[in-house]
């Protein structure tokens, strides 16, 4: 079975973007961009909501070719395109390159995906990851909280029926007091 994680820059009072999808505040320091890059190079598939992917798409396929680019961030472009992706969304009808679009059921192919042999797979995208977390199938969750409070916007958390216990397995301060924490899901 495959471990689903759900991570983000958030704000410390939990949010993933502020009012208007404001994510000025959560640029991340080298340090923590290269965490996130080598974990998007260890990620066998991605499976983004259609916000996060028109996002995503808009950008990490030429951004190793725009002028003054980083070599940190060439190589998470590179790592980027290479790692398959499914996109999730009832909205759009088509998808460039090798990324799979799933119109249907969210939380089944989720489901089915995390059944199948493989290696880890990591959900972004508010919408998407709230209906995975509702239903319980994320395994680990991984918060870079920035020491910010946006007092509004897109939670990293959604509403839940019961609790969902955790354990923390890792935390990792960076530049600027960014503090990641990783917890795994007590299943």
């Given amino acids: 079975m495959r471990k689903l994680t759900f991570g983000m820059n958030l704000s410390l009072d939990g949010y993933i973007a502020a009012p208007g999808g404001d994510?000025?505040?959560s640029a991340p320091s080298d340090e923590l961009f290269q965490w996130w890059s080598d974990r998007v190079g260890t990620t066998d598939l991605a499976l983004y909501g259609r916000k996060l992917w028109e996002t995503m798409s808009s950008h990490w396929p030429t951004a190793d070719q725009q002028p003054g680019?980083?070599?940190?961030?060439?190589?998470f472009a590179h790592r980027w395109r290479e790692m398959p992706k499914v996109v999730?969304?009832?909205?759009?009808?088509?998808?460039?390159g090798d990324t799979r679009l799933v119109t249907g059921?969210?939380?089944a192919e989720i489901a089915r995906l995390k059944a199948e042999d493989g290696g880890p797979m990591d959900i972004g995208g508010a919408t998407l990851a709230a209906a995975a977390m509702r239903a319980g199938l994320i395994?680990?969750?991984v918060l870079a909280t920035a020491p910010v409070m946006v007092g509004g916007g897109t939670p990293f958390f959604t509403a839940l029926d019961s609790w969902v216990n955790?354990?923390?397995?890792?935390?990792?301060?960076?530049?600027?007091?960014?503090?990641?924490?990783?917890?795994?899901t007590v299943r």
């Avoid at 980083?70 to 190589?75: G, K, M, N, R």
């Avoid at 999730?88 to 460039?96: E, G």
């Fill in 105 to 107: 059921d969210a939380v």
């Fill in 69 to 75: 680019v980083t070599p940190a961030e060439v190589e």
């Fill in 23 to 25: 994510i000025g505040w």
């Fill in 139 to 141: 395994d680990e969750y």
């Fill in 88 to 96: 999730f969304s009832s909205t759009t009808s088509t998808i460039d």
């Fill in 166 to 184: 955790l354990n923390l397995v890792e935390t990792q301060t960076f530049p600027g007091g960014v503090v990641l924490s990783r917890y795994e």
